[in-house]
């Protein structure tokens, strides 16, 4: 017997078929269709949705799970589940593993892995062979092996010829490459952002040119080769303005923002709290506002959440020697409800567009709609819900997150993979 959904009285909006107004979703057997029969009405598991937002499943095309290697921080399962948990039901982990995912053994490995999670998880491969910038990784062995892009995220390739190969390589395999972009001879033994407020505290700066340097050679490069290049986390006012000339001229570049850069400013870090401590750093009011233009105005693509899972061991020490990096999938949706709806006045329908369709399609990923025939990743929340969020006591197995304590507004009432309910508000169902 068929697997009957129907999703009523809910306010439905999927940016992907324009589609924002009361109604209701339909699924059989894990895919959307646009309607039932009568008959099919009467048997199907019904979820009503009155006073809540149905949306396509969030996406997330930057997120680290830490499997192999670094289960201590978080594994593909407990990511996996944080992701239901907000709402997400498509995610992209990054290869900074331990071993990196530069072969297609590790690949296999992470594939696998992810075969047995509750939400959709895609690898990525290594842009070089060990994250370490000398010889190009075997790119088309990767994409055989399951990679949807290549990234050395968390390192940026520093020489231009090798970065020039890697992306001429990646266009003949018809993938993206996803680029962290630092120029390391700028920002050596940096652990903020530099300005006043670094001076201040009296720790050493990094400043955004490490950034618009490398947004500046990319874009080049891809004007150069006709390559897709993705720019991650971006921080900065100039590399925003940088990117929306670029597109202007057509040049086959898009940008992500981070939940965090929209929300915070160096001067979170003035009691020298290490969860606000990332990599590219906080920045400043100009950088922030100038972020959340470039998602406005569509020079920014997407928002993605960096979702990075530290110990804290290793994040309570000196503000120098913590690691970068904050979980943020279980906040994402409320923080960007917050900044860019509530305080910004973008359309709720803009925001989903963010954090679905868009990010999808950087990518080629079968995610980020309701529309027939898609398979039914839903996300059902209550835009108006306030609550505390405590990380101690949510799913990611680290609890490094900056929101901690805080109160945030809208929340994740159920997640759908498939057609199947994987997060039902207060549990993960495997």
């Known amino acids: 017997m068929s697997a009957l959904l129907h999703i009523k009285n809910g306010h439905v909006i999927d940016p992907a078929t324009k589609r924002d107004g009361l109604g209701d979703v339909f699924a059989v057997d894990g895919r959307i269709v646009a309607k039932l029969t009568g008959a099919q009405k009467k048997v199907a598991r019904v979820i009503n949705a009155k006073g809540l937002i149905v949306c396509p499943g969030l996406v997330d095309i930057h997120v680290h799970f830490r499997e192999p290697g670094q289960t ?99 266009r003949m395999f018809d993938l993206t490459v996803l680029d962290h972009c630092q120029d390391e001879s700028l920002t050596d033994g940096a652990v ?102 470039g998602l406005r105005d569509g020079t920014l693509d997407c928002i993605g959440t960096d979702h990075a899972p530290h110990t804290p061991d290793e994040k309570d020490r000196e503000f120098d020697y913590a690691p970068n990096g904050i979980i943020g999938l279980e906040t994402a949706l409320p923080v960007c409800l917050d900044v860019l709806v509530k305080r910004s006045r973008f359309k709720l329908a803009k925001v989903i567009d963010l954090l679905t369709r868009r990010a999808a399609e950087i990518l080629r990923l079968p995610a980020g709609t309701l529309a027939p025939g898609a398979a039914a990743d839903v996300c059902l929340f209550d835009p108006n819900e306030i609550w505390t969020y405590d990380a101690a006591k949510g799913f990611s197995k680290s609890r490094n997150s900056p929101w901690h304590g805080q109160k945030l507004t809208g929340r994740v009432k159920t997640t759908l993979v498939g057609g199947q309910v994987r997060f039902d508000g207060g549990a993960i169902i495997e």
């Open 192 to 293: 903020m952002n530099e300005g006043n407020v670094s001076t201040r505290l009296g720790l050493k700066g990094w400043p955004h040119a490490a950034e618009d340097i490398i947004v500046a050679r990319d874009i080049i490069l891809s004007h150069y080769s006709g390559a897709h290049i993705h720019l991650q986390h971006i921080s900065s006012a100039l590399s925003v303005e940088l990117v929306r000339r670029a597109k202007k001229d057509g040049v086959r570049i898009t940008a992500e923002a981070t939940p965090h850069h929209i929300a915070f400013t160096d001067d979170s870090l003035a009691t020298y709290d290490t969860h606000f401590k990332m990599n590219p750093p906080l920045r400043t009011e100009v950088d922030r506002r100038a972020i959340i233009a």
């Open 72 to 170: 201590h921080k978080e594994t593909i399962q407990t990511g996996a589940h944080a992701a239901a948990a907000g709402g997400f039901t498509t995610v992209v982990c990054m290869p900074n593993t331990s071993p990196v995912a530069d072969n297609s053994g590790t690949l296999q490995l992470i594939t696998a892995a992810a075969a047995k999670a509750v939400v959709r998880v895609y690898p990525t491969g290594c842009i070089t062979v060990g994250m370490k910038g000398q010889q190009l990784a075997p790119h088309g062995t990767l994409k055989n092996a399951g990679a949807v892009a290549l990234t050395d995220d968390g390192v940026c390739v520093q020489s231009n010829e090798l970065m020039r190969r890697a992306v001429e390589y990646a």
